[in-house]
């Protein structure tokens, strides 16, 4: 049966051109193919003033307990000129036991490996007793405004309750065995405006140049650590994105410098206390001498962690049982919708190699996609009937 089989659905989902925010028959093809396994299904859309209106589909499986969630994205990035890539990056071409195509690992590899182990455990085991849903978005590489958190709303508000959910982002450096993702941090960006008077550079009395006092303000951000870490988390990280003067004088003080800065924090932090804590700093630095001022762009992202625990272990030791190796726990890279659901249960992120993401010629092994769905269908085997 095709929909049992996870690399005929990844090709299917490639061929699918869904580059955010368009659909592009991707989430269709997966009702269809839950909906034929028996799962009741509903596709719903989201429109938020500003942004493209999404997509997004919600299946479950039986009506008990527990309640095993399965999340993901269909949409993509957009492929980039098309001609550099190996295999129309559509075609969801195989070559040397390698599929090719955008989305091939991030995450439509993913999402066919959730979809084929959860029909083929239903399909073996129609009397399981607890629920196996799926939240598929198409809004993930978007605003992620329409996608993932309005769908946990809306699931939430329908009386939905989920005990954990597994999503499927690629995880892994190098190796399946690599790493489960256990927490993402948070990201806070700041714009600093430092003003000044302009003048004649020969005559500086005459003026108040902004760049000095912008080296000063970014120096005392760069000069202590945030933090030392935490026990799941590296220290939290600055980063100074740019300085703009955009002064084309060489003999002109300007009136006006800015920069831009990037924090991906950890669990020591709220945005709401970060932004705080950068304020002092500015404040401290700046003292009567520097004239600024500092915003920073509202963010949906905090730091989270599901602490290590049965359900975390269970993933673990699944991954280990198909692979060999026991992979690492780890909080690290850039934000994901986790952040969303871990509002409404414990989360863990677990998927194919993400070496090739966003590049030209993404790409999965074959041999990893069907793994991965061994590993989730053994992962479904534990959680609904332990041994
Ligand atoms: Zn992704």
Redesign the pocket.
């Known amino acids: 049966m095709t929909s049992a089989d996870p690399v005929a659905l990844a090709e299917a989902l490639i061929r699918c051109p869904s580059v955010t925010p368009d659909e592009a028959g991707a989430l269709a093809f997966c009702e269809k193919v839950l909906a034929e396994a028996g799962f009741a299904t509903e596709r719903v859309t989201f429109s938020t003033p500003g942004t493209p209106d999404v997509e997004n589909l919600y299946a479950r499986c039986g009506t008990g307990a527990p309640y095993l969630l399965f999340a993901g994205?269909t949409d993509v990035v957009p492929p980039g000129d098309a001609g550099r890539w190996r295999h129309d990056p559509f075609s969801g071409t195989i070559e040397d036991g390698v599929l090719y195509g955008r989305g091939a690992c991030?995450?439509k590899g993913g999402v066919a490996a959730m979809l084929a182990a959860a029909i083929r455990f239903v399909m073996a085991n129609p009397g399981f007793g607890g629920s196996i849903g799926f939240l598929l978005t198409g809004d993930?590489?978007g605003p992620a405004v329409n996608g993932t958190v309005k769908l946990l709303e809306w699931a939430k508000a329908r009386g939905e309750r989920f005990d954990h959910c597994i999503l499927g982002?690629p995880t892994n450096p190098k190796h399946l065995g690599d790493m489960i993702k256990i927490g993402r941090r948070g990201s806070l960006t700041g714009h600093l405006t430092v003003h000044g008077r302009q003048g004649h550079v020969a005559y500086p009395h005459l003026a108040d140049n902004p760049v000095h006092g912008m080296v000063r303000l970014i120096s005392a951000l760069l000069a202590e650590p945030l933090d030392a870490g935490t026990a799941h988390f590296a220290p939290s990280n600055l980063e100074m994105t740019t300085f703009d003067v955009g002064n084309p004088a060489s003999n002109v003080i300007p009136a006006e410098a800015r920069a831009t800065f990037n924090i991906r924090f950890n669990d020591t932090w709220l945005p709401a206390t970060l932004a705080a804590e950068i304020e002092r700093r500015l404040a401290a630095a700046a003292g009567n001498a520097v004239r600024y001022e500092v915003a920073f762009a509202p963010t949906n992202a905090t730091a989270f962690v599901t602490e290590p625990g049965d359900f975390v272990t269970l993933v673990q030791d699944a991954v280990e049982a198909h692979t060999g190796r026991r992979p690492a726990l780890s909080t690290t890279g850039g934000t994901s919708d986790a952040r969303f659901i871990k509002d409404h249960c414990p989360v863990i992120e677990y998927g194919l190699v993400g070496e090739t993401m966003h590049q030209v010629d993404e790409c999965a092994r074959v041999s990893d996609i069907e793994a991965l769905t061994a590993i989730y269908e053994t992962v479904l085997s534990r959680y609904f009937m332990p041994s």
């Open positions: 994205h991030d995450m993930e590489e982002e």
